[in-house]
């Protein structure tokens, strides 16, 4: 079974190429770099009233870091409407490693101490990798991208990169760049964290934190920062 080396993991990234598996139990994986790419400009988030309303009422609990594993596992379930998934278990662990040298993160949303939606993604420079989402109730994963932009902007990033455009992303606010754009939008993001595109494994550079919304992760890696709502909503309506 393939074994997907963190270090490589990174430099495919900084370079705007990414894995992907037929099937969560194949062997092997294959490497994807699309002609058009999927990105959600970070002052172009399209905050609804409704997801606004959603956000302001408090009905989920909002962490960070919390229970990356948790996420990634939920985001490789079968469903009904998609009987395979693309997160093989080599690709699971190379993320799993990849969070725990800090370049992996995940947003998760609880509802009455459930797990009920989620995202998680890589950061490199100024950029994050959206990798996947999930959600188990209504709006769920809607509150957790509004919370991820939330804390890009705060923390200095410059690109959310989400792969590939779905109708779900695209009533969001996410658009559809061609390989030479999104290029330039990668390399900038990356030279405004010190790294370099292909060489480059290193942390973001100071002045990008994706913990800035909240302050610093405890002991244990995790933050869980009373952030209201209404801050959210705050922060996307002064940037949308």
Do not use: N
């Amino acid at each position: 079974m393939t074994v997907i080396d963190p270090s490589l993991l990174l430099r495919a990234y900084s370079v705007g190429v990414f894995p992907m598996a037929d099937s969560r139990d194949a062997p092997d994986i294959y490497w994807v770099e699309p002609k058009l790419r999927g990105v959600l400009p970070l002052h172009g988030f399209h905050l609804s009233r409704s997801l606004a309303k959603v956000i302001r009422s408090d009905r989920f609990t909002v962490t960070a870091d919390r229970d990356f594993a948790g996420v990634v596992r939920a985001c490789a379930e079968r469903r009904e409407d998609r009987p395979e998934t693309w997160i093989s278990h080599p690709i699971e662990d190379a993320y799993l490693q990849l969070h725990a040298q800090g370049h992996a993160h995940s947003v998760e949303v609880w509802q009455e101490g459930a797990l009920v939606g989620g995202l998680y993604g890589v950061t490199l420079g100024a950029a994050f990798f959206g990798e996947s989402m999930f959600s188990r109730v209504t709006d769920a994963s809607k509150v957790a991208l509004a919370w991820l932009v939330a804390r890009l902007i705060v923390g200095g990033y410059r690109l959310l990169d989400c792969q590939f455009i779905t109708d779900h992303l695209a009533s969001l606010g996410a658009i559809e760049i061609d390989r030479a754009t999104y290029v330039g939008l990668l390399d900038s993001a990356l030279a405004a964290g010190g790294v370099v595109p292909g060489v480059s494994d290193g942390a973001s550079a100071s002045g990008v934190d994706f913990f800035a919304l909240d302050g610093a992760p405890d002991e244990t890696g995790t933050v869980s920062g009373p952030i209201s709502g209404c801050r959210i909503v705050q922060l996307l309506g002064q940037t949308s």
